[in-house]
C-alpha cells in the first residue's frame, strides 16, 4: 500500500469535507508545529490536551489531511480492535509532540535543543524512514510511505518527517512561540519583518493588547 507523502501544513483551519466541525487550529504554518500545538494553555495550571484519545488523534490527522475519510474510518476499527495498541501509539504520539515542541521552543529562542527531545526524535525518525520509497506520481515520480494503511501509528510518519526537515532547513529561523502569557504555541513567522509576536492576531494578539491597555489605564489612575 502506498501512502502519499505531506509534510507541510494545509492550507486551512478548516476540516474536510465530510468530517466533524473543526476542533483543532493548524495555523502554525508547518504539519510538525500543529503537532504541537494539540496541547492549548500550555503555560497555565490547567492546560488542555486536545489529543485525550485515539480517535482524537486520528481526527487532527483527518483535518490535517493526513488521511481520508475512509482511511481514518480503517484506523478507528482498528484501534477499536487493539485498544490495548491503540493507546500506545497515543502514548508514542504525545511524547513525541512533547519532544517536537521543547525542540522548537528552543530553536525560537535561541537556545540548544535537549538531547533527550533529540533523541526522541531521532528514534522516531529511524521508525519511518525504512517506510518511505520512491513510487509513481502521475507521469513521473515522488515520495510516498509504503507502510500498511491498517498501522496505527502512521498519523506519526509525516509528522515525524517534518520535524526533522524543518529542524534541518534554514527555515528554522523562522519558528517562534507565542508571546501570550499561557499559550506558548510555535508558528512560522512569515512577517516582512520578522516581527510577529502571537499565534494568532485576532485571539492571544488582540488579548494582550486589552491586557496592556488596561494595565496603563490603571497606572494612569494611580492604580485605584
Known sequence: MVIPVTNQAPRSRSAPTGTAASAFDLSGGRLCLDFANTLSKRLTSHPTELLASYGDLVAWSRQARLVTAREAGVLIREAKRRPIDAAAVLERGVALREAIYRI?????????AGGGDL???????????????????GDGFGWGWTGDE????????PVTR??????????????RECDAQTCAWL?????RNRSRRWCDMKGCGNRAKARRHYERKKRGHGGT
Open 162 to 175: 517534518s520535524a526533522a526537515e524543518l529542524l534541518t532547513s534554514a527555515e528554522r529561523a523562522a519558528v
Open 119 to 137: 533523541a526522541t526524535l531521532n528514534a522516531a525518525l529511524a521508525e519511518v524512514l525504512p517506510l518511505l520509497g520512491i513510487v509513481p506520481k
Open 187 to 191: 508558528f512560522m513567522d512569515r512577517s
Open 150 to 157: 491498517q498501522r496505527l501509528d502512521r498519523i506519526l510518519w
Open 104 to 112: 522548537f521552543s528552543a530553536v525560537a529562542d535561541e537556545r540548544p
